[in-house]
C-alpha cells in the first residue's frame, strides 16, 4: 500500500478533482508526517488516496492503512494553511470521517451524553471514581489500543462543574451586569474541559478585573469533537442548543478561554446551524489585547521563563498569532518565547494515538528543555492544557503548563 501510494504521488500527472500539484510544501508542517515519516500519513498522500479512491482509481477494501490514514489527523490545518496550490486537505479528510462509517469507533451514545449536558453533569462524577489506570473508560468508548495508553489518561473529572461553582459564587443564574467595557454585554460560553476537569481556570476568568460576565447555565458542548470525527448532526445539534442559550443573555461578546470553542463558535456554527446573532466570539487573550486589560502577573510566574504555545485552532482557525506572544511579551518585559508547531493534543486524537501524540509532545519538550531546568507553557486552548499538562506530568517532564488566565490568579 505504501510503495503504491509513494509511486502514484511522484507520478507527475495531477489527479482529477483536487489542485494538489504534489509539490510536498505540505509535507514540512504536518506534526504526524514528521513523526511517522510514511507517505499515507503525509498531507499530500492522505489527499491523493482520497483523489484515487474518488475517482475510483483505487479500491475501498484497501486495508486498514487508509482508515488509519484518515484516522490519524489531528485536523491542525497546518497542511491547508500551507498550500499555495488551494488543496484543502484537513477539509478533504473531515469529508472522508463523516462518509465511512468504519472511522465512526466511538459509540453513539457517548455522543447522545455529549448532547445531553444535565445527564453529563452526573455521569462524569460517577465514571470519576472509575480507577484512572484501569483502561475501563477507553474500553467503553471503543478507543482502548494498548494496555500503555491506559496509564496516560489520568484525566479525574471535578466533582462540580464550573458552571455551577461560578454560578453558585456569583449567586445569580444568568448575570445581567455588564457595566464594565462600555456597557457591553459578555457571555462566557465555558467550553467541556474547563466546565469538567479544570474549573479553576473558568474561575480565573470570570476573576477577570473589569470583565463583568453573564454565564448562560444551558450551554454545553461547542461540538468540536463531534464535529472533527466526523459527526455534523451531533455538531448541529449542540451548536442549535448553544446558540438558544447564549441567545437568552443578549450578548454582544461571547468571550471563551478556549481557542478551539471560539473556532467552533466563529467558523462552524453558522454554516452548520444557518444561524447569525449570537454576538462577536472572542478567545481570552484576543479579548484582553483589544480592550487593554492587563492584569497582573501572579508573583510566583514573575521570574520563571515563560513559553507561549499558540494552539492550532487559534493559529489557523482564528487566524490570531500574535494576541497571546503580545500579550505574555509585555507581562514579562519581554522574557517570554515562543513553541512553534502543534502539541500533538487534537481533542481525542491524544486519546486515540497516545503514542503519536506523546512523541508530537516529546518534540516540542526537547525544545522548551534544551538549557532549561524547567519551563512554563502558557497557552488559550483547554485541549492543549491537557496534553501539556497531562502528559508531561504522566512523561516525567519538568513542565509546568497552565492556561493564560491562571497567570492572574
Ligand atoms: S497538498 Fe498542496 S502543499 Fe501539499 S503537495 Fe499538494 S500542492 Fe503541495
Ligand atoms: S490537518 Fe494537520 S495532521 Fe492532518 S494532514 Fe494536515 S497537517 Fe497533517
Redesign the pocket.
Known amino acids: 500500500m505504501h510503495e503504491t501510494i509513494l509511486k502514484a504521488v511522484s507520478n507527475t500527472s495531477i489527479p482529477q478533482g483536487s489542485p494538489c500539484t504534489h509539490c510536498g510544501a505540505?509535507l514540512a508542517?504536518?506534526?504526524?508526517?514528521d513523526i511517522l515519516r510514511t507517505e499515507c500519513f503525509?498531507?499530500r498522500g492522505?489527499s491523493h488516496l482520497l483523489t484515487e479512491i474518488e475517482a475510483e482509481r483505487l479500491p475501498l477494501n484497501t486495508g486498514g492503512r487508509f482508515f488509519e490514514a484518515m484516522d490519524a489527523?489531528?485536523?491542525?490545518?497546518?497542511?491547508?494553511a500551507s498550500c499555495k496550490a488551494g488543496e484543502d486537505?484537513?477539509a478533504r479528510?473531515l469529508q472522508a470521517r463523516t462518509r465511512f462509517k468504519e472511522l465512526h469507533t466511538i459509540p453513539k451514545w457517548a455522543w447522545h451524553l455529549l448532547e445531553n449536558r444535565r445527564l453529563l453533569d452526573w455521569t462524569l462524577p460517577i465514571l470519576s471514581l472509575v480507577p484512572q489506570n484501569s483502561g475501563l473508560l477507553l474500553r467503553l468508548l471503543g478507543l482502548f489500543r494498548h494496555e500503555r495508553d491506559a496509564l496516560r489518561l489520568r484525566i479525574k473529572p471535578a466533582f462540580k462543574t464550573a458552571i455551577d461553582t461560578i454560578t453558585l459564587k456569583n449567586s445569580c443564574k444568568i448575570c445581567k451586569s455588564s457595566a464594565s467595557l462600555a456597557g457591553l454585554r459578555i457571555a462566557f460560553f465555558i467550553g467541556c474541559v474547563q466546565n469538567y476537569i479544570y474549573p479553576r481556570v473558568a474561575e480565573a476568568i470570570a476573576a477577570i478585573p473589569g470583565a463583568s460576565l453573564c454565564i448562560p447555565k444551558d450551554q454545553g458542548c461547542c461540538g468540536m469533537p463531534a464535529w472533527t470525527n466526523g459527526r455534523p448532526d451531533t455538531a448541529k445539534e449542540l451548536a442549535l442548543k448553544n446558540i438558544t442559550a447564549l441567545r437568552k443573555a443578549e450578548p454582544d461578546i461571547v468571550l471563551t478561554g478556549c481557542a478551539s470553542c471560539a473556532d467552533m463558535m466563529r467558523n462552524h456554527w453558522p454554516s452548520l446551524t444557518g444561524s447569525k446573532g449570537i454576538g462577536r466570539v472572542m478567545e481570552l487573550s484576543q479579548f484582553l489585547v483589544e480592550y487593554g486589560i492587563v492584569p497582573a502577573l501572579a508573583p510566583k510566574y514573575k521570574d520563571m521563563p515563560l513559553y507561549a504555545h499558540i494552539p492550532c485552532h487559534q493559529r489557523y482557525g482564528l487566524k490570531d498569532t500574535t494576541s497571546l506572544p503580545s500579550l505574555l511579551t509585555g507581562l514579562t518585559n519581554g522574557k517570554t518565547q515562543v513553541t512553534q508547531g502543534?502539541c500533538g493534543g487534537g481533542g481525542l486524537f491524544g486519546v486515540k494515538h497516545t503514542e503519536l501524540s506523546a512523541s508530537i509532545l516529546q518534540k516540542q519538550l526537547q525544545g522548551i528543555l534544551s538549557g532549561n531546568k524547567g519551563a512554563c507553557v502558557v497557552t488559550t486552548c483547554s485541549g492543549c492544557l491537557l496534553q501539556w499538562r497531562e502528559l508531561s506530568k504522566a512523561m516525567g517532564m519538568p513542565i509546568e503548563a497552565v492556561h493564560l488566565a491562571e497567570l492572574f490568579l
Not at 29 to 33: D, K, L, R, S, W
Not at 73 to 80: D, N, V
Open positions: 505540505c508542517v504536518c506534526p504526524v508526517y503525509s498531507p492522505r489527523c489531528l485536523q491542525c490545518g497546518a497542511c491547508s486537505t484537513a479528510v502543534c
